[in-house]
Nanobody, 122 residues
Framework: QVQLAESGGGLVQAGGSLRLSCVAS????????MGWFRQAPGKEREFVGG??????TYYSTSVRDRFTISKDNTKTMFLQMNKLKPEDTAVYYC?????????????????WGQGTQVTVSS
């Protein structure tokens, strides 16, 4: 089993920045794919971005050029969010899966964190 714990959410004004962290514990592999999803009230979970085990990153068009995924080891991943907009308001989830491929479908990910709230005020 793998456990994921997000942190770093909060309230920020439009145009501001936040950095989310995700720390994994348990039986992780350095060949796992990792990523972020978000869910706004009344909406389905949305793919934000992901990182393959080799370090390749992928982003949704809505966050590309504003958000950046990075990692400092095989267990800790970050989501740097710049130029935040009110429409970025959502609960952000860290995900991980023993797959070499980054998928944009939530059912492809076996492990999920508990989520962290990000609220962007206008």
């Amino acid at each position: 089993q793998v456990q994921l714990a997000e942190s770093g959410g909060g309230l920020v004004q439009a145009g501001g920045s936040l950095r989310l962290s995700c720390v994994a514990s348990g039986r992780t592999s350095n060949r796992d794919s990792m990523g972020w999803f978000r869910q706004a009230p009344g909406k389905e979970r949305e793919f934000v971005g992901g990182m393959a085990w080799r370090g390749d990153t992928y982003y949704s068009t809505s966050v590309r050029d504003r958000f950046t995924i990075s990692k400092d080891n095989t267990k800790t991943m970050f989501l740097q969010m710049n130029k935040l907009k009110p429409e970025d308001t959502a609960v952000y989830y860290c995900v991980r899966s023993p797959s070499a491929i980054v998928y944009d479908a939530p059912e492809r990910y076996r492990y999920w964190g508990q989520g962290t709230q990000v609220t962007v005020s206008s």
